[in-house]
């Protein structure tokens, strides 16, 4: 027997009964169009509801009629390779600017430049971030090397697209949380993406973020 499809296509169609897997699909779309922005989590539990409690296609329609499937690119989850050459994109600029800030000490002759441009770095680091990340493009210069981008985590939030300032600025520190304790934090941090559903650093956890893939074809 042919499954029945989730839309309404004719008066036969909308008389079939669905199966778990119809519902299981219908749910997962839900989820994606949260993640997207599109549904808020109150409107999200109440939809689950609807669609877990569906007998036919009839009943399922009304509750998915205003959400078209996702394209692949608006929500696919960034993957842990480019999220770590975005990093070494954006640590080489950050040494860099940092070793600019010494010198005028170096030229002095003084021994405190490294000291120094570590110091310019730390404020640096959490100002570029900040900035970058809550921004509208939700990206570093590695970001938008790499086609990913920051968004805010609509099934940890609420709220969907754009990450806040806030989340930004949140997701930094615990950046620099984690990295103060290297041996065990931080490698954890970078590495958890690997094997995360969400593919989730625990920074972004904390902050509330998820890192999705942009269309290279927009990159210009």
Known sequence: ?????????????????????????????LRDACVDGRLTV?????????????????ELAPVMHDLAPSTPESRQLAPWWSRAAALLVDGCILAGAAL???VPLAAAGSSQWPLAGTLVALPLSLVYFTVAHGGPRGQTVGDYVNDIAVESDALRT??????????????????????G???VGGFLDFF??????????????????????????LRR
């Open 1 to 29: 027997m042919q499954r029945p499809r989730l839309e309404a296509t004719g008066t036969a169609t909308l008389t079939l009964r669905l199966s778990d897997a119809d519902r299981s699909r219908a749910a997962v779309q």
């Open 42 to 58: 109150e409107e999200l539990s109440q939809r689950l509801e609807s669609a877990y409690t569906a007998r036919t296609v009839a």
């Open 158 to 179: 609420g709220i969907g697209g754009r990450a806040s300032y806030g989340q930004a600025f949140g997701r930094t520190l615990m950046v620099g949380l984690f990295l």
């Open 181 to 183: 304790l290297f041996l």
């Open 100 to 102: 600019l800030a010494g």
């Open 192 to 217: 958890w993406p690997l094997w995360d559903r969400r593919r989730q650093a625990w920074h972004d956890k904390v902050a509330g973020t998820i890192v999705v893939r942009t269309a290279p074809r």
